[in-house]
T-cell receptor, first 110, second 115 residues
Framework: GEDVEQSLFLSVREGDSSVINCTYTDSSSTYLYWYKQEPGAGLQLLTYIFSNMDMKQDQRLTVLLNKKDKHLSLRIADTQTGDSAIYFCAEKAGTYKYIFGTGTRLKVLA | NAGVTQTPKFQVLKTGQSMTLQCAQDMNHEYMSWYRQDPGMGLRLIHYSVGAGITDQGEVPNGYNVSRSTTEDFPLRLLSAAPSQTSVYFC??????????????FGEGSRLTVL
């Protein structure tokens, strides 16, 4: 079946890099996304990658896509306390269909 | 910039009561959707719409109704609330079309408790 899997928790020290991983199942997905959810708020798009790309860099964020293994990762360099949030991986698996992962709660320790 | 506006932010219901969660967007998005967020389960799609007068079921539609009479509004109705519907509900909208990245714009959520 269709599923997007993520680990539930990640804890890092301030200044270290964070790597959040995701596996997805639909090989026909056109776009893959990373959304950030801060406490008490809705989700906001952090970054996305088109399925024909391997990597995308945007300031402190690096997205890696391995289509063969259906693996997506988000690396946050120099992680700050303000990066503490829940991060959702999502795939666009059809014109009207988005599949979200369970979310990874990132805790940044000062 | 209003974006996607949801009301109410919080609601407590008794089992069997009905209510409507409101969602409005001012971005002229064709696509609108409702998700519920439960611990450890991520977001699950309840219903979606691709334009006024067009709605379809998502992954978990039972117990919920929707309608789309205008491009801007997409209300979610609970006809007879059950404790299993205790959740945080998110409305999200997007442009359609292959030229777009398909980014979903989310409201701030509505936290519903059914006693």
């Amino acid at each position: 079946g269709e599923d997007v899997e993520q680990s539930l928790f990640l804890s890092v020290r301030e200044g270290d890099s964070s790597v959040i991983n995701c596996t997805y199942t639909d090989s026909s997905s056109t776009y893959l996304y990373w959304y950030k959810q801060e406490p008490g708020a809705g989700l906001q798009l952090l970054t996305y990658i088109f399925s024909n790309m391997d990597m995308k860099q945007d300031q402190r964020l690096t997205v890696l896509l391995n289509k063969k293994d259906k693996h997506l990762s988000l690396r946050i360099a120099d992680t700050q306390t303000g990066d503490s949030a829940i991060y959702f991986c999502a795939e666009k698996a059809g014109t009207y269909k988005y599949i979200f992962g369970t979310g990874t709660r990132l805790k940044v320790l000062a | 910039n209003a974006g996607v506006t949801q009301t109410p932010k919080f609601q407590v219901l008794k089992t069997g009561q009905s209510m409507t969660l409101q969602c409005a967007q001012d971005m002229n998005h064709e696509y609108m959707s409702w998700y519920r967020q439960d611990p450890g389960m991520g977001l699950r799609l309840i219903h979606y719409s691709v334009g006024a007068g067009i709605t379809d079921q998502g992954e978990v539609p039972n117990g919920y109704n929707v309608s789309r009479s205008t491009t801007e509004d997409f209300p979610l109705r609970l006809l007879s609330a059950a404790p299993s519907q205790t959740s945080v509900y998110f409305c999200a909208s997007s442009y359609l079309g292959t030229a777009n990245t398909g980014e979903l714009f989310f409201g701030e959520g509505s936290r519903l408790t059914v006693l």
